[in-house]
T-cell receptor, first 114, second 112 residues
């Protein structure tokens, strides 16, 4: 089992640029979560999907953030335009299969916006 | 919605001592309570979980207790070792219903 896969692992970009983060959940999992982690705000849930459908996006900070899940094996989180305050570690997690309650986290993407 | 409070925010113990981290939750419907350990620069990983139909669960040096009436649950680590140093998160959710609500984390430091 490869676990949750995220790419890129590190991203450095300049303010105003578009950033796309990618996630492949564990095969057979039907829920996917995007989190942002910073020292100041801790671990924040941005959005989650059940069966590819967005269920709760109340954590998405503003319209600059958008997330999609076109199929069960792929999701993207896009920031356009990016700002320095978006610098954080972004985690994707998935849940489902035989462990219907446990969330399994990916390795994260460390985003730095200059 | 659910609200989870976690205490203390930082905890420093001597190697070999015990460590206890406590969480309270607000939604009586919550019935699943996982604990995650996050080492520096790594992802959060599940270390133990408990469901509301049991009061205690143990796995080697780690145990979790749950008091449904008081709506709080605790993580107990015995015989702490330096490799236990990490940030620990508690969470609460209703089975397969949606999102988990995480506590703010406890930074545990075990001094050799």
């Amino acid at each position: 089992d490869a676990g949750v896969i995220q790419s890129p692992r590190h991203e450095v970009t300049e303010m105003g640029q578009e950033v796309t983060l990618r996630c492949k959940p564990i095969s057979g999992h039907n829920s996917l979560f995007w989190y942002r982690q910073t020292m100041m705000r801790g671990l924040e849930l941005l959005i989650y999907f059940n069966n590819n459908v967005p269920i709760d996006d109340s954590g998405m900070p503003e319209d600059r953030f958008s997330a999609k899940m076109p199929n069960a094996s792929f999701s993207t989180l896009k920031i356009q335009p990016s700002e320095p305050r978006d610098s954080a570690v972004y985690f994707c997690a998935s849940r489902g299969g035989q462990s219907t309650d446990t969330q399994y986290f990916g390795p994260g993407t460390r985003l730095t916006v200059l | 919605g659910e609200n989870v409070e976690q205490h203390p925010s930082t905890l420093s113990v001597q190697e070999g001592d015990s460590a206890v981290i406590k969480c309270t939750y607000s939604d009586s419907a919550s019935n699943y309570f996982p604990w995650y350990k996050q080492e520096l620069g790594k992802r959060p990983q599940l270390i133990i979980d408990i469901r509301s139909n049991v009061g205690e669960k143990k796995d080697q040096r780690i145990a979790v207790t749950l008091n449904k009436t008081a709506k709080h649950f605790s993580l107990h680590i015995t015989e702490t070792q330096p490799e236990d140093s990490a940030v620990y998160f508690c969470a609460a959710s209703f089975t397969n219903a949606g999102k988990s609500t995480f506590g703010d984390g406890t930074t545990l430091t075990v001094k050799p």
